[in-house]
T-cell receptor, first 115, second 115 residues
Framework: EAQVTQNPRYLITVTGKKLTVTCSQN?????MSWYRQDPGLGLRQIYY???????DKGDVPEGYKVSRKEKRNFPLILESPSPNQTSLYFC??????????????FGPGTRLTVL | GNSVTQMEGPVTLSEEAFLTINCTYT??????LFWYVQYPGEGLQLLLK?????DKGSNKGFEATYRKETTSFHLEKGSVQVSDSAVYFC??????????????FGIGTKLQVIP
């Protein structure tokens, strides 16, 4: 089954404690992206990757890091989480090469609370 | 930059009522337009899309027509069901060169359908 998986689904942590949210896709997609969803703000892109070892900032990258060492995986790293990073996070993937008609496939989301 | 405007809602309708969720956009060039749906506790999934002016996307009884002259992509359904209760996101996708696909989302419109 074609899917994007994220782990964990729920996480409560404390300020400053490094964490990683994993994302994996099994569709051989080139393009992967991280979003955060906040009430009244919709989805905002954090980082994206066009291929292995190619990543770039989205609209709200501050406080986040990513890496793309393998095509299927795109982890999101919060080196020193703060309460304003409490949010619902989504990973997404798409072919990326077919142009702007691409459909994005989303993971189920990770709800993060930073105390 | 590109932008997508839609009402946040909630929109509350009785079962079998007619649904319209308005979406307007601002973009340079010729973006593709999408409607994504997010059911409670899940990630976003594609509902329908249109890739050029006057195209009509349709799926599960929902329809939207790409109107370049009014820069709109309004979502409609003739008769909603309780199972349509979800958050609906309008989005546009534009190529920014170098293989990069930039997707811009609206804030999402929550639809509640009551029996």
């Amino acid at each position: 089954e074609a899917q994007v998986t994220q782990n964990p689904r729920y996480l409560i942590t404390v300020t400053g404690k490094k964490l990683t949210v994993t994302c994996s896709q099994n569709m051989n997609h080139e393009y992967m992206s991280w979003y955060r969803q906040d009430p009244g703000l919709g989805l905002r892109q954090i980082y994206y990757s066009m291929n292995v070892e190619v990543t770039d900032k989205g609209d709200v990258p501050e406080g986040y890091k990513v890496s793309r060492k393998e095509k299927r995986n795109f982890p999101l790293i919060l080196e020193s989480p703060s309460p304003n990073q409490t949010s619902l996070y989504f990973c997404a993937s798409s072919w990326g090469l077919a142009g702007s008609t691409d459909t994005q496939y989303f993971g189920p989301g990770t709800r993060l609370t930073v105390l | 930059g590109n932008s997508v405007t839609q009402m946040e809602g909630p929109v509350t309708l009785s079962e079998e009522a007619f649904l319209t969720i308005n979406c307007t956009y601002t973009a340079t060039g010729y973006p593709s337009l999408f409607w994504y749906v997010q059911y409670p506790g899940e990630g976003l999934q594609l509902l329908l899309k249109a890739t050029k002016a006057d195209d009509k996307g349709s799926n599960k009884g929902f329809e939207a027509t790409y109107r370049k002259e009014t820069t709109s992509f309004h979502l409609e359904k003739g008769s909603v069901q309780v199972s349509d209760s979800a958050v609906y996101f309008c989005a546009l996708s534009a190529h920014l060169g170098g293989g990069y696909q930039k997707v811009t989302f609206g804030i999402g419109t929550k639809l509640q359908v009551i029996p």
